[in-house]
């Protein structure tokens, strides 16, 4: 066995399996944006209601699954998971100690064709980034 690789091996074995696009993760709830659907920011989640375009997706689509913001307070997505029971879509509440602007993710499990937009961008939208991300 060659050096690099016994070297690989190692590594492997020490620290697990190493992640893809971890900054992606991070922000997409441990998915990647190539998967995503839909995302919504923290703020839209705490408003009241669901978003219809989420609830759309959720009826529609077969292979989805939802990831929620693990740091929002459960009555802010309670309706989220309500929608994902009502049309069996599975979810995942991620906490895993990283600082995200969003609050839900719908994903699939493979990689989507090209999306043009995959965020729903009105005023709650613009809360959650940073004063220097904001569109003028």
Do not use: C, W
Request: no cysteine; hydrophobic share 35%.
């Amino acid at each position: 066995m060659s050096q690099k690789k016994l070297e690989d091996v190692l590594k492997h074995g020490i620290y697990g399996t190493p992640d893809t696009l971890p900054e992606e993760r991070k922000l997409f709830l441990g998915t990647i944006s190539e998967r995503v659907y839909l995302g919504l920011t923290n703020t839209q989640v705490r408003q009241r209601g669901i978003y219809q375009e989420a609830e759309a997706l959720m009826k529609e689509k077969q292979d989805i699954h939802l990831h929620i913001n693990g740091f929002l307070s459960y009555p802010s997505y309670a309706n989220y998971i309500q929608t994902a029971n009502k049309y069996s879509v599975p979810f995942t509440i991620v906490n895993d100690g990283y600082d995200t602007p969003l609050g839900i993710v719908l994903a699939a499990a493979q990689a989507l064709p090209q999306q043009d937009n995959i965020f729903i961008k009105d005023e709650d939208f613009y809360n959650d980034l940073p004063d220097n991300e904001r569109e003028s």
